[in-house]
């Protein structure tokens, strides 16, 4: 009998935020396939918890294991260890004794691992075909961390990291059946790194539920004050998204609001760090924290912005713009991947006057906002439903959809 264990490293329930989002459909187009075991990890108890409760009636078995390693601890063990960090921080001697256990109890035909740290929990020896969904080529956003920042000792963890990340990757690659990335672009700049022997390399793309994110929906309403709306989404507590909204308060908002003074800027998204919740205090910027639902803030946005100075693959708050019909302004580091049309369903931008530039245009022009809107929308639908983005798993693991 056919069995899939999945491995991730972080249990995909809520979808609600990008690798989670990405692991749930994931999992459910496993399970239109065959029976799903699920081993997986949870940042904390109530997050575990909540995966439980919804996940295992759809499992064939589930187990969750909470992370309890600090990035300190990890940071030491990996040196001694000499391996990566970010493979001590997802290591749970407790779930990988699980897996052990149900491979050698039989019925596991199938294994897919989403996220490089869980390649750790790969058997040595499987007679059935193992993926590995990298979704983004982790080693690289390392190496550009070192790159931006020269502080050490930051630049020494950044710098090892990506070395060893890096071989860790093209090691994993050479073992299994066929290595998973978001984008083209992610994939070919793995292969690029990696050398010939890397495997079997493949582009499987992020979709998006466009009947949950719809406009058309009746939604609650959201009170944001006077004045165009620039919208910004996104988990607050990740490196990335606080670089991109404390750029845009601080270089882009101020160019914006001498041609709009009641412009505003809310920063949408959970667990934001003091170092975002002190931009708050600026004129014109809200940070709502985890909010309930991000739709209705996508509605009340006259523009949503994605600055991202560092973006990998394919970015799920864009795709959620712009199937909710809004304009984008996006940096050319947060388009790469999608696809669709600058100038016809988003506007890409590069510098902070470009970004304020476009931002502009689009409080200027409504009509014109919407239009671009609605065209995103009709692209979100004609290339991104989930079932067609999944599709190529069923060929990949040898199994009839």
Not at 108 to 125: D, E, K, W
Not at 161 to 183: I, N, T, Y
Not at 242 to 251: E, G
Request: contains cysteine; aromatic residues 6%; neutral net charge.
């Amino acid at each position: 009998m056919t069995g899939i264990l999945f491995l991730v490293h972080r249990a995909p329930w809520p979808p609600d935020r990008g690798d989670r989002i990405r692991s749930w459909h994931m999992f459910e187009a496993l399970a239109k396939l065959a029976p799903v075991h699920v081993a997986a990890l949870a940042d904390n108890e109530a997050d575990a918890a909540l995966a439980r409760d919804r996940m295992a009636p759809l499992c064939k078995s589930l187990a969750i294991e909470v992370r309890k390693v600090s990035r300190p601890l990890a940071l030491a063990q990996a040196v001694l260890k000499r391996e990566p960090v970010s493979n001590r921080l997802f290591r749970s001697a407790a779930l990988a004794r699980h897996v052990d256990r149900l491979i050698r109890q039989g019925g596991i035909t199938h294994i897919v691992a989403f996220s490089g740290q869980m390649a750790q929990y790969l058997p040595a020896r499987f007679d059935g075909p193992m993926l590995m969904d990298f979704v983004d080529v982790d080693s690289a956003k390392f190496a550009t961390y070192a790159e931006q920042d020269k502080r050490q000792p930051l630049n020494w963890v950044h710098a090892r990291e990506a070395r060893m990340l890096g071989a860790w990757e093209a090691e994993v690659a050479r073992r299994v059946d066929a290595s998973l990335f978001v984008s083209e672009a992610e994939a070919a700049l793995f292969c690029s790194r990696s050398g010939p022997g890397a495997g079997k390399i493949c582009a499987v793309e992020n979709g998006i539920d466009t009947d949950r994110f719809d406009p058309g929906l009746a939604l609650d309403r959201v009170e944001t004050g006077e004045g165009p709306l620039a919208v910004f989404t996104g988990q607050m507590d990740y490196r990335p998204n606080i670089d991109a909204v404390r750029w845009f308060v601080a270089d882009i908002l101020p160019l914006i609001r001498r041609h709009h003074p009641r412009a505003r800027f809310a920063i949408v998204g959970r667990a934001p760090t003091d170092e975002v919740r002190a931009l708050e205090s600026l004129p014109g910027v809200t940070v709502t924290g985890e909010v309930p639902d991000v739709r209705p803030w996508l509605v009340a946005a006259d523009a949503v912005v994605a600055p991202l100075l560092l973006a990998r693959g394919v970015q799920n708050k864009l795709l959620e713009a712009m199937a909710m019909a809004r304009p984008v302004v996006a940096s050319a580091a947060a388009a790469t991947g999608i696809d669709a049309t600058p100038g016809a369903h988003l506007l890409v931008a590069q510098d902070a006057g470009e970004i304020a530039g476009a931002v502009c245009s689009l409080f200027d022009d409504p009509t014109g906002a919407a239009t671009m809107g609605q065209a995103a929308r009709a692209r979100m639908i004609a290339r991104y439903g989930w079932d067609a983005r999944l599709a190529p798993l069923g060929e990949l693991l040898g199994l009839p959809a």
